[in-house]
T-cell receptor, first 112, second 112 residues
């Protein structure tokens, strides 16, 4: 069974600080990795996608991928109260039409 | 910005009844998906659809479920005889030839 594991949290971070979210996955042939944000009662909203080892930056967000360690992370710089949400790590297999497997999510709370 | 839309936003039904959940994917997308999220649990893949046929389905997607693209814009999920455990948020997603899946706002299904 292919799994995506995340710490459920809650992770509490002061406003303006860096939030660090981590994820591990079990399927070595996974090719695509995503971070989605989900507010309570809402649908997943894509924040970042990453496909190759290293860092990818987009505004205040940086995704990091290490395929050898089967590890993905998301850094949120200058955390804002509006960043408070559940962050879902998601992994796709080798086929472009294949499913995304989601982790259970990490609840992030930004305290003013 | 184009987005996936879903109707209805909420659906209440009696156990044993049929329900049809509707989705309008982003217009130039070719791959369509249904996911569900039971309250407090992970987002789970149900089915993917490409070129007018199912490309992959999960063990959840049994004979009670079916999908259809009845015209050039709609993508539907039918549950033939609903059970209490079908109560969940159902998300439609779509993607172009590239990797990223974009999610609709969801339909909250409650089976009584």
């Amino acid at each position: 069974q292919k799994e995506v594991e995340q710490n459920s949290g809650p992770l509490s971070v002061p406003e303006g600080a860096i939030a660090s979210l981590n994820c591990t996955y079990s399927d070595r042939v996974s090719q695509s990795f995503f971070w989605y944000r989900q507010y309570s009662g809402k649908s997943p909203e894509l924040i970042m996608s990453i496909y190759s080892n290293g860092d990818k930056e987009d505004g205040r967000f940086t995704a990091q991928l290490n395929k050898a360690s089967q590890y993905v992370s998301l850094l949120i710089r200058d955390s804002q109260p509006s960043d408070s949400a559940t962050y879902l790590c998601a992994v796709r297999g080798y086929s472009s039409a294949s499913k995304i497997i989601f982790g259970s999510g990490t609840r992030l709370s930004i305290r003013p | 910005e184009p987005e996936v839309t879903q109707t209805p936003s909420h659906q209440v039904t009696q156990m044993g009844q049929e329900v049809i959940l509707r989705c309008v994917p982003i217009s130039n997308h070719l791959y369509f998906y249904w996911y569900r999220q039971i309250l407090g649990q992970k987002v789970e893949f149900l089915v993917s659809f490409y070129n007018n046929e199912i490309s992959e389905k999960s063990e959840i997607f049994d004979d009670q479920f079916s999908v259809e693209r009845p015209d050039g814009s709609n993508f539907t999920l039918k549950i033939r005889s609903t059970k209490l455990e079908d109560s969940a948020m159902y998300f439609c997603a779509s993607s172009a030839a590239e990797e990223t899946q974009y999610f609709g706002p969801g339909t909250r299904l409650l089976v009584l």
